[in-house]
């Protein structure tokens, strides 16, 4: 099916109608002499068109897409908001049914669209492609209002231009002016954006209005309000004022000793700081951009009365009931649903890295993130469509890309090797031979790549096309003696060639369930790293030859994929309980997975429940409500206090440990593994 009618147009303003488009896909290091108009970014278009319905019967439904993105209004109600980012060749689009929004006679439709300008991972912007392609059909899919030059805009200005912006060129200030009002409407344009659309709509994210758990009158005059927990939200204020009354909001992950409570200057480098413009009588903040947060201090002029204060929280479905955990220990409670909670606030249109700082969809992350989803909202679709952007990423580079789909260009080796682990994965749950065989293709052409790097043994060397990250942050690679400078030193080192013969290993399985014929690399790599890394003596891996170093993660992965010796099994897994989880939480989920991979399922509850300083009960112990990015507050120098990578419990429990040891804990999901595949 073909996303919209022929005659639906994508409309924008006459100014970027002829403006030429922008290239912005392109290997990281490339230089692309790309160039963008200042004056073009952070862009607020309202759109609108009046039509009329003789008969408001039930069946009507909305569908559109945007660049960057927007926000749908029928009649004063808002309808929803999208799309998710996607590549050119597979952008997507949102479908929503009108039912309750429609009345007899004249109706209004508007559209607020949102152009940033900034390349960054939060968003598909930055290709001067901006504008917004809608049209309302009957229940036969008839036609009966599109996009096109009958249309109107203005450009709003009610929001600040200032060049303020939070985060890794995540998003911009919005500081808010009620007194400002929609300047005159003037005819749109229309423009072909090259865009293709999927083949069926995304998913729409759940929407809903959640009040603060608590709110306290400060000495200052201020209101500080709790939500009780990590969200992700926008805010929903109204009050009343003169003219020029100011309302000053600070938002924040964590509480500190200010006057005002809430650490607004966050650890993870944004600034949740904004200012409020009231107009006479009662005015209605609007908020356009999303953020990640608890806690928030309205400082409000003396002649201001808040009338209504609440936030509206998004996130991709997942419902409390999908997945029902059950235990008498409070610590694992404590921890499972800190885990849950990180990944709630984290599942947005795509898997976001933390909703702050970056907003990006990490393939590193992913490997974590994704099960933990599935398993928490019965739900493939959010996974499924991950995977397709990772494999979409093949486009840029053969060797694919860290965070799809993103306007930023990133690439790292670690995360890319790991596309046959997803792949494999979504065959685990669905079965379905048709989607593997296209994953393989991609993840052919992956290994095609990192051979490029071949030294003449098998083994890849000199993997200086992409970052070389080990683990993340750099503090807890437990000294890994190897310099990951990017470009990476010269020379061949453990993760990265154990991260490859894991990838073959697991493109030999992929070829194997398909009955395709193929010659068994891995044999022979696996022998070559023996000879390279593994010391004979105490059975454990070192990180180069030349080293005699030995950190946590060199040991890990060849465990993780099962092709450390048989008589290292024991000493490696000895070495990890001794070392305990001094790796970060990335690799914390290879290293609980390796233990259970080899039986030694109660080590790893052990590291769960685990109360040392790199644990996830010390992120309960200092204030969690969602998983942080590393193990403690002050264990990076710029940490996220919600960042779903660090969920691995949640697998963990659901898919090792409680079957293993049902006394621990109960739990119920709608979703189970039609091929189980060891891995």
């Given at each position: 099916m073909c996303a919209f009618h022929k005659q639906t147009k994508f409309i924008t303003t006459p100014e970027f109608a002829k403006i030429k488009h922008l290239n912005i896909y392109h290997l990281e290091d490339?230089?692309?002499?790309?160039?963008?108009?200042?004056?073009?970014?952070?862009?607020?278009?309202?759109?609108?068109?009046?039509?009329?319905?003789?008969?408001?019967?039930?069946?009507?439904?909305?569908?559109?897409?945007?660049?960057?993105?927007?926000?749908?209004?029928?009649?004063g109600k808002k309808v929803g908001q999208g799309p998710c980012m996607g590549?050119?060749?597979?952008?997507?689009?949102?479908?929503?049914?009108?039912?309750?929004?429609l009345c007899e006679g004249e109706n209004l439709i508007e559209a607020e669209v949102y152009y940033?300008?900034?390349?960054?991972?939060?968003?598909?912007?930055?290709?001067?492609?901006?504008?917004?392609?809608?049209?309302?059909?009957?229940?036969?899919?008839?036609?009966?209002?599109?996009?096109?030059?009958?249309?109107?805009?203005?450009?709003?200005?009610?929001?600040?231009?200032?060049?303020?912006?939070?985060?890794?060129?995540?998003?911009y200030i919005e500081n808010y002016d009620a007194r400002i009002k929609d300047g005159d409407y003037s005819p749109v344009a229309t423009r072909d954006m090259g865009y293709t659309f999927s083949d069926k709509p995304t998913k729409n994210l759940e929407e809903y209005e959640l009040t603060p758990v608590s709110c306290e009158v400060l000495e200052n005059g201020a209101l500080f309000y709790d939500f009780g927990k990590e969200i992700?939200?926008?805010?929903?204020?109204?009050?009343?004022?003169?003219?020029?009354?100011?309302?000053?909001?600070?938002?924040?992950?964590?509480?500190?000793?200010?006057?005002?409570?809430?650490?607004?200057?966050?650890?993870?480098?944004?600034?949740?700081?904004?200012?409020?413009t009231l107009d006479d009588g009662v005015s209605c903040l609007r908020e356009f951009d999303y953020k990640g947060?608890?806690?928030?201090?309205?400082?409000?002029?003396?002649?201001?009365?808040?009338?209504?204060?609440?936030a509206s929280v998004r996130h991709y479905p997942m419902s409390d009931d999908a997945c029902i955990f059950e235990t008498d220990s409070e610590k694992l409670k404590a921890i499972f649903e800190m885990c849950k909670n990180g990944v709630k606030c984290c599942s947005q249109e795509i898997y976001v890295d933390c909703p702050q700082r970056e907003k990006g969809q990490y393939a590193g992350d992913m490997t974590v993130t994704s099960l933990s989803q599935i398993y928490l909202s019965g739900d493939l679709s959010l996974f499924k469509k991950a995977l397709d952007n990772q494999l979409q990423s093949a486009f840029i580079c053969p060797g694919i890309m860290a965070v799809t789909p993103s306007a930023a260009m990133q690439e790292i080796a670690d995360y890319s090797l790991q596309l046959p682990i997803l792949a494999i994965r979504y065959y685990e749950f669905t079965g379905d031979r048709d989607y593997l065989k296209n994953c393989l293709d991609v993840c052919l052409g992956l290994l095609d790549y990192f051979g490029k790097y071949d030294r003449g043994d098998g083994l890849i060397e000199n993997v200086k096309g992409k970052w070389n990250i080990v683990d993340w942050p750099d503090n807890m690679r437990d000294g890994y003696d190897f310099s990951l400078t990017k470009p990476v030193q010269d020379g061949t080192h453990n993760v990265i060639n154990a991260f490859y013969i894991g990838a073959t290993l697991l493109v030999e399985k992929m070829q194997d369930i398909l009955s395709v014929k193929h010659e068994n690399k891995s044999k022979a790599l696996i022998e070559a790293f023996n000879r390279e890394f593994l010391n004979t003596e105490t059975g454990i891996y070192k990180d180069t030859k030349e080293s005699s170093h030995c950190?946590?993660?060199?040991?890990?992965?060849?465990?993780?994929?099962?092709?450390?010796?048989?008589?290292?099994?024991?000493?490696?897994?000895?070495?990890?309980?001794?070392?305990?989880?001094?790796?970060?939480?990335?690799?914390?989920?290879?290293?609980?997975?390796?233990?259970?991979?080899?039986?030694?399922?109660?080590?790893?509850?052990?590291?769960?429940?685990?109360?040392?300083?790199?644990?996830?009960?010390?992120?309960?112990?200092?204030?969690?409500?969602?998983?942080?990015?590393?193990?403690?507050?002050?264990?990076k120098q710029n940490t996220s206090l919600c960042h779903a990578w660090a969920s691995a419990p949640v697998s963990l429990l659901i898919e090792n440990v409680i079957p293993e040891y049902p006394e621990i804990a109960t739990v119920k999901t709608k979703i189970c593994k039609k091929h189980r595949i060891l891995i």
């Open positions: 490339e230089d692309t002499g790309y160039s963008h108009p200042e004056h073009l970014r952070n862009i607020h278009l309202k759109l609108r068109r009046k039509f009329t319905l003789k008969n408001a019967i039930k069946g009507y439904k909305l569908r559109f897409s945007a660049a960057d993105y927007a926000k749908v209004y029928i009649n590549y050119d060749f597979c952008y997507y689009f949102n479908e929503y049914s009108l039912d309750g929004f940033q300008g900034l390349i960054s991972h939060a968003s598909m912007s930055g290709a001067l492609k901006f504008g917004f392609i809608g049209e309302i059909v009957d229940a036969d899919n008839e036609c009966i209002l599109s996009t096109d030059q009958t249309w109107e805009y203005t450009v709003e200005k009610c929001f600040s231009v200032q060049s303020v912006i939070r985060g890794y060129d995540t998003q992700t939200a926008t805010l929903k204020l109204k009050a009343k004022g003169r003219s020029g009354s100011v309302i000053r909001i600070l938002q924040g992950e964590e509480l500190d000793d200010s006057e005002y409570r809430v650490r607004y200057k966050m650890r993870c480098n944004c600034v949740y700081e904004e200012f409020f947060f608890r806690y928030v201090t309205l400082v409000p002029d003396k002649d201001v009365e808040i009338l209504n204060f609440a950190a946590l993660h060199s040991s890990v992965l060849p465990l993780f994929f099962g092709f450390a010796p048989e008589s290292s099994v024991d000493k490696i897994c000895d070495f990890i309980m001794e070392k305990r989880l001094s790796c970060g939480v990335y690799i914390s989920f290879f290293m609980l997975k390796a233990l259970c991979r080899v039986g030694r399922v109660h080590d790893a509850y052990s590291l769960i429940i685990s109360e040392d300083e790199c644990s996830w009960y010390n992120m309960v112990r200092e204030g969690a409500t969602s998983c942080f990015e590393a193990w403690g507050k002050d264990k």
